[in-house]
């Protein structure tokens, strides 16, 4: 399962926003899930294509996707040189696929700040300054490590040196190496460095309820809105409070707070939603009498990789997938008239699964 973690400085909400994700996960009962730790919280993807599939297949169960949020404490000034929890912290976030980073957008003064005063940008850039304090430690030790490598003139280790020199120039200016170009190649060796600063980020401004409706009012936002888009990073707004409030409600009221708040969907949501999108993540179905139910893969995967996902026998004994389009789906109504207008197509190995199929595996057990 993919994995977002959510960071900050104390005192900006992240608690407030991870007791959310718990609650709302309380609610989302019936998920085949093994033990779960205090500090992970699972999260499902809303899809409305899932609710279309169970009216047409009207399946005993219907699964969404998910996803874990884990709660990454401990992140202060200094962390990179084992202030707080220190190397702790920062070996959780190595871990996780993208980071969620609240940043706090709200005055009140019943709630100290760190640094005294509320001011976003401040906060990014010392977060910003530990990921690269720790990014350049474990390069510099790579560096080294690749010397006698090197000596020997090996060309991967050459290559490897190079990209690690590259990055820590960047880093060395206070830059984001992950506004850096790289090629294909690049990116798959640089993946193995597991760089904190190249995981996908996104910030969670998190603002007072009653600033909720006007954000353009709101200095701090705008400032975050700005800083990001400097830094190529997406923004999303939420109020933590507000989506406390939400995940202790049942689906249907939540509809209608929503409404009264003049929004559309829950900030967590958004977060969702912007994090998938972040981590290049589609969907697939399968779908049938038992069960139907979506799946996340990463875009370009192939038919066997996905047949992968839901079990490794899946893909090691692949065969064919049958497959159809859920637009195909939709324009011929059922998977019966589908099928007779020759949508159902058998695809091999090598197809790159879309968006939205709805697939059948077979395969050789
Ligand atoms: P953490 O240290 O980042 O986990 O922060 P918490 O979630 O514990 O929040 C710190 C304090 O800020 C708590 O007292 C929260 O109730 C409060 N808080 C969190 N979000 C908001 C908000 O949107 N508005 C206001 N006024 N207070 C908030």
């Not at 996908?200 to 800083?227: D, F």
């Not at 996902?309 to 692949?318: L, V």
């Amino acid at each position: 399962m993919l994995k977002a973690g959510i960071v900050g400085l104390p005192n900006v909400g992240k608690s407030t926003l991870f007791n959310a994700i718990t609650k709302a996960e309380a609610l989302a009962a019936n998920y085949p899930f093994a033990t779960i730790e205090p500090n992970v919280g699972i999260v499902f993807v809303q899809d409305k294509r899932l609710d279309v599939l169970a009216q047409k297949y009207k399946p005993k169960k219907v699964v969404p996707t998910a996803y874990e949020f884990i709660d990454i404490a401990g992140l202060v000034r200094g962390a990179s040189k084992g202030e707080g929890l220190g190397n702790q912290f920062l070996s959780h976030i190595r871990e996780v696929d993208a980071i969620c980073q609240v940043v706090r957008c709200f005055d009140d003064e019943n709630v100290t700040h760190v640094d005294g005063k509320v001011d976003p940008i401040r906060d990014i850039e010392t977060i910003k300054i530990e990921l690269n304090l720790a990014d350049i430690e474990s390069i510099e030790k790579r560096i080294q490590r690749l010397e006698k490598k090197v000596k020997t003139k090996s060309k991967e280790a050459i290559q490897e040196q190079e990209l690690l020199k590259h990055i820590k120039d960047t880093l060395d200016k206070n830059e984001s190496p992950r506004l850096l170009d790289f090629t294909e190649e690049e990116l798959k060796i640089i993946k193995n460095f597991n760089l904190l600063t190249m995981k996908p980020m996104i910030y969670i401004a998190n603002v007072a309820e009653e600033g909720l409706h006007e954000p353009e009012k709101n200095p701090h936002y705008q400032n975050v809105l700005s800083y990001a888009k400097q830094e190529k990073t997406e923004v999303v707004l939420i109020s933590a409070q507000v989506e406390m409030e939400i995940a202790s409600l049942q689906p249907e009221e939540q509809l209608t707070f929503l409404e009264a708040y003049g929004l559309e969907k829950s900030g967590l949501n958004e977060v969702i939603e912007k994090s998938y999108d972040l981590l290049g993540l589609k969907t697939y179905f399968t779908a049938g009498e038992p069960e139907v139910r979506a799946w996340t893969f990463k875009n370009g995967m192939k038919a066997p990789q996905c047949a992968g996902i839901i079990h490794s026998d899946f893909e090691r004994g692949f065969i064919k997938a049958e497959t159809l389009a859920y637009d195909d789906l939709i324009k011929y109504g059922t998977p019966q008239v589908a099928k007779e207008n020759g949508r159902v197509r058998l695809e091999g190995k090598d197809y790159v699964v879309k968006d939205g199929d709805i697939m059948l595996f077979r395969f050789n057990v």
